[in-house]
DNA sequence: TTGTATGCGTTATCAC
DNA sequence: GTGATAACGCATACAA
């Protein structure tokens, strides 16, 4: 049989009630009996059932990640930075993957909470903007995080990166190695990265003193084949840009295939950059310029905030880094 | 408050048991009460609580997924198919990254298991093939499904994939293309289907009367920098292979990368081939000639079994797919 | 600094 | 078919 707090507490010789003190870290514990008391747990290889715990306590010992995203990338480093933070705390964590869109959203999460009784949950955009499941954590007054908020940002903590400040300094930087037509690919409306990064991109192209111009500017969809059609709308222009900017690699990936199939010679007949949304880049051939993005620690923050239960209701990490790599160039001389 | 069962019963006029009978779906509970109930359990919005249930029942309507892998879409693919079995059995699912050759990983297990009762834990490779922590899963008794183990195949229940059939069909088609000199890259050798899809390589080249060469095959590690270094060295032969199969996506990666930097054109110079263990294989150029394999459906038969509870003790799911796109091409004339 | 009595919300046992 | 009552393993309130 599994041991119980019983057994320790026989072992040690002391009452239960003493070694849920240890257990619990609390005050008023002698050093002597504290030892005594871990030498019975450490003997016992005694664990604590959470079940027992949550019924009793106000505490699960578990959080949920709720998520919905179609790249596999940018879910593991979410999942590997919540799940690093909650290792530190001797926490467990519940994998909640969902449809943001859905009707049931907020009754899903409702349930989740309800039956599990977690002690807080991170949510991951875009669910993070999904009002309903928002209103389902505040009425049960259970913590919450949102890593990348689109909207209401001022509703609850939330962790995210100066989207805007990386979009600038990647157009800045093709500006400054003499690109003048500069074509840009939106990413998916639901994100609201996607405005902040167009308006990143119009930000530079202001300071530089050139001309937006709307036909450099397509929509897309964050995938490869919205890259594609993108990408070949761009080239088909009478005179078409030197570099594109993609929202993301999945779509920066969409351009270069299309520039492969036009036999330009990259980077010299076109330079191509993206966001570094899903570690695509460097995979690809050439290797994408892109803007690295900090997924992961912004998720081991979130969890951070969750645990630490920081008052300032709204705590944003701006964070970026633009990484250079090696297939940028300077347009043809042209 | 949150409702309780008490609650149920009061509104419905049955007892606590009753309500629990309803709940749980045993049988003896008149249709009459059980439409009361359950229309009470409706109005109340009532959801039982897992600790509750744990404590006094023998479920926790938890399992666990044990992984350690680098590759995020093969995680992904893994939980995305483990939940889809898990929503429909109304289980949520504990997320438990791990170190698959940590000394402590017996340990963390079994910590996992005293403190959350999980029903059944579900292993992926390669922690598949780490025997202490079978061992502390079968000394506590609880059911475990591992998703292609390395070894021991029939300690448990599992599912997989027929690596060597699957290598072997892909290498025989590229004989039927005319090939001859085919390059073989190795996959890392903690992963046993390294070791079956090598076997299916080999098999397939018997079958066809062309002799093993040692100098074709060359060791890798699954990541893009081995592929490259196996690349160069297999296209620095006196007589180089015309097409190159390597075991996942990520090294072939890195073959394509060589060729282009060899300004080799593809296929027509070289056909590269590869398993698509990343699901990278359409955002290459060319697109690959990929093995597609089928591992949400092989993580979704996982949890099946683990609640089906299936008798037989080993039940393997021999399931392969081979794609062909439009990368491969006949040798050279040459 | 430590111990006792009580209850958390559900299922199990055993009676009716 | 249904219900009373005792668990389950721990934390809480209160007492000592």
New binding site residues.
């Given amino acids: 049989?599994?041991?119980?707090?019983?057994?320790?507490?026989a072992m040690a010789?002391?009452?239960?009630?003493?070694?849920?003190?240890v257990?619990?870290k609390?005050?008023?514990?002698?050093e002597?009996?504290?030892i005594r008391v871990e030498a019975a747990v450490a003997q016992l290889n005694?664990?604590?059932?959470h079940?027992?715990?949550t019924?009793?306590?106000?505490?699960s010992f578990q959080i949920a990640l709720i998520y919905d995203n179609h790249s596999p990338h940018y879910i593991h480093q979410i999942q590997t930075g919540v799940w690093n933070r909650c290792l530190e705390e001797g926490v467990r964590l519940l994998a909640q993957p969902c449809d943001a869109a859905s009707p049931t959203l907020a009754e899903e999460v409702g349930g989740l909470i309800d039956q599990t009784q977690v002690d807080g949950v991170i949510l991951s955009s875009p669910v993070t903007d999904a009002a309903s499941a928002l209103d389902e954590l505040e009425r049960r007054d259970i913590p919450y995080v949102r890593i990348s908020p689109g909207t209401e940002h001022g509703r609850s903590s939330s962790v995210s990166m100066d989207d805007a400040q990386a979009a600038d300094e990647m157009t800045s930087h093709l500006i400054a190695l003499g690109h003048r037509r500069i074509g840009f690919i939106i990413g998916h409306s639901n994100h609201a990265a996607s405005d902040l990064r167009l308006y990143g991109y119009r930000r530079a192209l202001d300071r530089a003193g050139i001309a937006f111009e709307p036909k450099y500017v397509r929509p897309g969809l964050f995938d490869f084949s919205s890259g594609e059609a993108a990408a070949e709308r761009l080239l088909d222009l009478p005179s078409p840009p030197t570099a594109i900017f993609a929202s993301n690699d999945d779509m920066a990936a969409g351009v270069l295939t299309v520039a492969h199939r036009r036999g330009l010679s990259l980077p010299r007949d076109l330079s191509v950059a993206g966001f570094d949304d899903t570690a695509l880049a460097s995979q690809l051939w050439p290797p994408l310029t892109t803007v690295r993005q900090p997924t992961r620690d912004l998720a081991y923050a979130a969890a951070a905030l969750l645990f630490e239960r920081e008052e300032d209701p709204v705590h944003r990490r701006l964070a970026h880094e633009l990484v250079i790599r090696a297939s940028t160039a300077a347009p043809p001389a042209a």
Avoid: Q, W
């Fill in positions: 049989m599994r041991p119980t707090i019983k057994d320790v507490s010789g002391v009452s239960t009630k003493t070694v849920s003190r257990l619990n609390e005050r008023y514990v002698s002597d009996t504290r005694f664990r604590p059932s079940a027992a715990r019924l009793a306590g106000r505490r």
